[in-house]
C-alpha cells in the first residue's frame, strides 16, 4: 500500500476516534470522550444501526476501508475503528519530532499533496482543529 494511503487511514482513524481537545485524561491513560465520541461517529456512520459500518454505509476511499477492516468480513466493527484509531494517533506522535501537537510539513511522512489538503488554512501546520474540521466534513 502506499504510505499516502497509510496515512489516510491512520487520519481516517484520528477523525473517527478523536476526542476534544479540552477534555482530561482519565486516570487510566484513555480519555473517555474519545470512545464517547466515536461511538456517537460510529452512529453517525451505521444508517441501519447494526453496530458496525458496511461497505454501503461507507462513503469514503474503499482502500481506507479495506485497511481497517482487518478480518475481511466487509464490516468495520467499533474495535477495528478503535484500534486503528490509536494506531493513527501513534503515527502522528512520532511524526510530531518537536511535541507541540502539531504537524508542520517538515515533520509529515506522508503524501505532499495530502497534507496540502488537510492543512485547510495553507499555514503549514496541521492543527487538530483543522484534523476537526475535516472531520466534520467528512
Do not use: Y
Not at 477523525?15 to 470522550?33: E, F, H, I, K, Y
Not at 459500518?53 to 461507507?58: A, D, F, M, N, V
Not at 488554512?121 to 496541521?126: C, M
Amino acid at each position: 500500500m502506499k504510505r499516502s494511503s497509510l496515512f489516510a487511514v491512520c487520519l481516517f482513524a484520528i477523525l473517527l476516534v478523536s476526542g476534544a481537545a479540552a477534555q482530561t485524561p482519565a486516570p487510566t491513560g484513555q480519555n473517555p470522550g474519545n470512545k464517547r465520541q466515536a461511538r456517537e461517529r460510529m452512529k453517525q456512520m451505521d444508517t441501519n444501526q447494526d453496530g458496525q459500518i458496511s461497505r454501503e454505509e461507507w462513503k469514503g476511499n474503499p482502500q481506507i476501508f479495506d485497511k481497517v477492516d482487518k478480518n475481511n468480513d466487509g464490516q468495520l466493527s467499533q474495535r477495528e475503528a478503535m484500534k486503528a484509531g490509536r494506531a493513527g494517533r501513534e503515527k502522528l506522535k512520532q511524526m510530531d519530532a518537536n511535541h507541540d501537537g502539531q504537524i508542520v510539513r517538515e515533520e509529515w511522512k506522508g503524501n505532499p499533496e495530502a497534507f496540502a489538503r488537510f492543512d485547510a488554512n495553507n499555514d503549514g501546520i496541521l492543527s487538530k482543529e483543522e484534523l476537526k474540521q475535516r472531520r466534520r466534513n467528512n
